[in-house]
């Protein structure tokens, strides 16, 4: 069964942690071209979900995209911690995000 991740939070969290795409794949037991897939669609399977959970240490509603995340570690001095990330349903949403 697939499921829907957000593929920005996958990528941001990955990337907080320095890991590359290898490392989170080894981190979450799949291949590489599975975080690939995930990072460009969102989609994945439900154990990758589970293990992404796991290794980012979040819970689903952050995944998502409908949940703050607050996670230790480094940010970026331009980016603010504990962001607030809404599901779009848009081309336009997508542009109020990226414009705010």
Known sequence: ?????????VH?????????????AAQCSVS???IQRVEKTG???LDTRSALLAAFD???????GESVIDQAGPIKTDEKPGLFYN???SGGDLVKIFLN
Do not use: F, N
């Not at 069964?1 to 939070?9: D, L, Q, T």
């Not at 979040?58 to 998502?64: A, G, N, R």
């Open 87 to 89: 599901r779009s349903h």
């Open 43 to 45: 989609i994945c399977s």
């Open 58 to 64: 979040i819970d689903l509603e952050q995944i998502q």
């Open 12 to 24: 941001t969290l990955r990337t907080r942690r320095g890991w590359t795409q290898e490392d989170l």
């Open 1 to 9: 069964m697939a499921v829907a991740v957000s593929p920005y939070i």
């Open 32 to 34: 590489v071209k599975t």
